[in-house]
């Protein structure tokens, strides 16, 4: 496992945009595929966005498609998500996930950020 800790989140307007940023504390970042969920209450947390080991987008949620890009910088040992045009019912808390041992099939993430509010206001 790894840690990972998310910041970026806040408050803004519809139509604004906001950029997460999810930092892993190890050295073999670029060996791991990354992702982005989102949760509110009383919902299951849902996949927004996956970037594999190899740089590839492999998913993206459909109500985000054209409005969010994941992203990483393997150097810095961190991965982004940039929403642009966000409506309200984005708000939620975001999280970053890693699957530290990937394969081909679909990850299997072992270690997850203690997430970040994103709230939009209407």
């Known amino acids: 496992q790894v840690r990972l800790v998310e910041s970026g989140g806040g408050l803004v307007q519809a139509g604004g945009s906001l950029r997460l940023s999810c930092a892993a504390s190890?050295?073999?970042?670029?060996?791991?595929?990354m992702g982005w969920f989102r949760q509110t209450p009383g919902k299951e947390r849902e996949s927004v966005a996956t970037?594999?080991?190899?740089?590839?987008?492999?998913y993206y949620l459909d109500s985000v498609k054209g409005r969010f890009t994941i992203s990483r910088d393997n150097a810095k040992n961190t991965v982004y998500l940039q929403m642009n045009n966000l409506k309200p019912e984005d708000t939620a808390v975001y999280y970053c996930?890693?699957?530290?041992?990937?394969?081909?099939?679909?990850?299997?993430?072992?270690?997850w950020g203690q997430g970040t509010q994103v709230t939009v206001s209407s």
């Open positions: 190890d050295r073999t970042f670029s060996s791991y595929t």
């Open positions: 996930a890693a699957d530290t041992l990937p394969d081909f099939g679909p990850p299997k993430y072992d270690s």
């Open positions: 970037m594999t080991w190899t740089g590839d987008i492999t």
